[in-house]
């Protein structure tokens, strides 16, 4: 079984099992959160052209409407995803390798979103990707990436990283950032995958105080006082690069 049928394989397993029968409700909440998170990346122009590698379910394809962008696509190895993102979002997706879609597109886009997708390419070919999405991108054109992070809590980043079989690499902040300008990129920015505290839901800023700010914390000095350098700066479980590639 090569490489591509061992992903549909496994993934459509996993997929199954992490999100089930509920994706309305799963739309629901991204659109309360994922347009705080987002905003913050996108252009202002509305006819930007936009594409989500490994689109899912199409959570950021559904923001993507909601904030009102019209020139937006979705690609994914998932029959069953594509399915879905036609009858709820968008007749604009499509099943295919998202990597050898790009590397037709060369010059073409504002930006490209990849979140929880890095993970699964093997090493030995995440610098030829990157490239490919680099040279998709049209100068000044920025690539969004959202993977888990291996410096989040323990417990997070073991399930994160065994959950599912078809998981290849991990991340911490620095080996991202160290790749993407590897590839070329610059203005590279990483952050956790998490609102801003003044945009939390009440439910929301009660769980940030009682049980990650002390977690954040105590994680920190735990690590200041074994001496560990540098101290990392995003300790939330999964995080987010954007990264530019250059105007000229």
Known sequence: ?????????????????????????????????????????????KESKIIDIGCGLGHFLYALKIMGYKNFEGIDLSINNIKLVKEKITPNAFVGDGFEYLSKKTGFYDIIHLKDVIEHIPKTRILD?????????????????????????????????????????????WSLKQILEIAGFDKVIILPTELNFKNLSFKGKIHYLIFKKPDYFFRKLYLRLTGIRPLPKILHWHMTAVAQRPKK
Do not use: W
């Open 129 to 173: 990707c990157l490239k490919i999405i680099f040279n998709a991108l049209k100068p000044g054109g920025k690539v969004i990436i959202g993977t888990n992070n291996a410096l989040g809590s323990p417990s997070a980043v073991l399930m994160g990283r065994y959950m599912d079989f078809t998981h290849e690499t991990i991340f911490s902040e």
């Open 1 to 45: 079984m090569n490489q591509e049928d061992l992903f549909k394989k496994y993934y459509e397993t996993h997929f199954a099992n992490v999100h089930p029968n509920i994706i309305d409700a799963e739309l629901k909440n991204v659109e309360i959160s994922y347009p705080y998170f987002y905003k913050q990346f996108l252009p202002e122009d």
